[in-house]
T-cell receptor, first 109, second 114 residues
Framework: GQQVMQIPQYQHVQEGEDFTTYCNSSTTLSNIQWYKQRPGGHPVFLIQLVKSGEVKKQKRLTFQFGEAKKNSSLHITATQTTDVGTYFCAGQGAQKLVFGQGTRLTINP | ETGVTQTPRHLVMGMTNKKSLKCEQHLGHNAMYWYKQSAKKPLELMFV???????ENNSVPSRFSPECPNSSHLFLHLHTLQPEDSALYLC?????????????FGPGTRLTVT
């Protein structure tokens, strides 16, 4: 069945450092979504990528969708304490949206 | 955010109890979901409803029984649970079950089974 793997599982950085999480699918995706869950909160939709090779930016966040539409990444430039949380990717395959395991980001101020 | 509400927010129950979790969405969506979130499996899809019809059941034990009386309400009936069922139960909704639509999550019910 369709699987979505996300790495790393955990990442701890100093405030101001960059952060990247990677998402890889076992099958070609029609689109991929990214969500953020703050500690004690619930997942909140960030963005969706649809086109092969697509790159989207939201302030310090850069999202990429691979050319083969099987992988994606989220990069945060110059992290801030407000970036703390777990970032999930979710890939839409042939049948359903499958969530990755998430990357938990902690930041040392 | 009040688009998707869940009650109760916290629940402690014994293994012989029967309780229900409630979810309500105010977004006019046609699809609703139950997820289980624990340390071992961050987001585990349990059930999917589309227009009040169950379209997916991911091998969930029968001690969890979902109900969707209309497109705005979703329940999860619990009975004879096990301690390993302790987790955060998240409800979500989306325009449809097509993955091109984002999902809106409720705040969750933190369940502890004693």
């Amino acid at each position: 069945g369709q699987q979505v793997m996300q790495i790393p599982q955990y990442q701890h950085v100093q405030e101001g450092e960059d952060f990247t999480t990677y998402c890889n699918s076992s099958t070609t995706l029609s689109n991929i979504q990214w969500y953020k869950q703050r500690p004690g909160g619930h997942p909140v939709f960030l963005i969706q990528l649809v086109k092969s090779g697509e790159v989207k930016k939201q302030k310090r966040l850069t999202f990429q969708f691979g050319e083969a539409k099987k992988n994606s990444s989220l990069h945060i430039t110059a992290t801030q304490t407000t970036d703390v949380g777990t970032y999930f990717c979710a890939g839409q395959g042939a049948q359903k949206l499958v969530f990755g395991q998430g990357t938990r980001l902690t930041i040392n101020p | 955010e009040t688009g998707v509400t869940q009650t109760p927010r916290h629940l402690v129950m014994g293994m012989t109890n029967k309780k229900s979790l409630k979810c309500e969405q105010h977004l006019g969506h046609n699809a609703m979901y139950w997820y289980k979130q624990s340390a071992k499996k961050p987001l585990e899809l349990m059930f999917v409803y589309s227009l009040e019809e169950r379209v997916e059941n991911n091998s969930v034990p029968s001690r969890f029984s979902p109900e969707c009386p209309n497109s705005s309400h979703l329940f999860l009936h619990l009975h004879t649970l096990q301690p390993e069922d302790s987790a955060l139960y998240l409800c979500a909704s989306s325009h449809s079950t097509s993955g091109i639509y984002e999902q809106y999550f409720g705040p969750g019910t933190r369940l502890t089974v004693t």
